[in-house]
């Protein structure tokens, strides 16, 4: 009947805007994890190109390496938590590969050096205070 193709279409119309306005805050959370993993890409590139080109950083390795790898995991974790966020409760299963992961980007902030050691050995080098001075 007229009036039932009348409320299909109604429908159909409200489904359509619901999808754009979900594309729409998706692209946006797309848009953040690229801003979020570019700049660790970049930083991540310079630093094997440096290593592959012999470049010498002397003593600043070490907290060029914990740096990069402190903004690393801590990009992953925050894209692939928006990424949960927007598949919603399927990413939680065992089958999805987001909950792996999850997992995995969970895992980085456990292999050293953990945060708060990176922190302290990257604070210490910024204001040229040696490793022989106190811990906290």
């Known amino acids: 009947s007229h009036e039932a193709e009348t409320r299909l279409a109604a429908r159909e119309r409200s489904w359509r805007a619901r999808k754009a306005r979900l594309d729409a805050a998706a692209a946006a959370i797309i848009l953040q994890d690229y801003l979020d993993l570019h700049p660790v890409r ?60 999850y997992r995995d980007v969970r895992a980085g902030a456990y292999h050293p050096p953990n945060d708060a050691y990176a922190h302290e050995a990257i604070g210490k080098s910024a204001l040229r205070v040696g490793a022989e001075s106190p811990r906290w």
């Open 42 to 101: 970049a930083m991540l590139d310079g630093l094997a190109n440096d290593w592959s080109g012999g470049r010498d950083h002397g003593d600043e390795w070490g907290p060029l390496v914990m740096s990069a790898k402190h903004h690393a995991v801590t990009a992953a974790q925050r894209t692939v938590s928006r990424a949960m966020e927007v598949v919603g409760g399927a990413s939680f299963y065992r089958r999805h590969e987001l909950e792996r992961l």
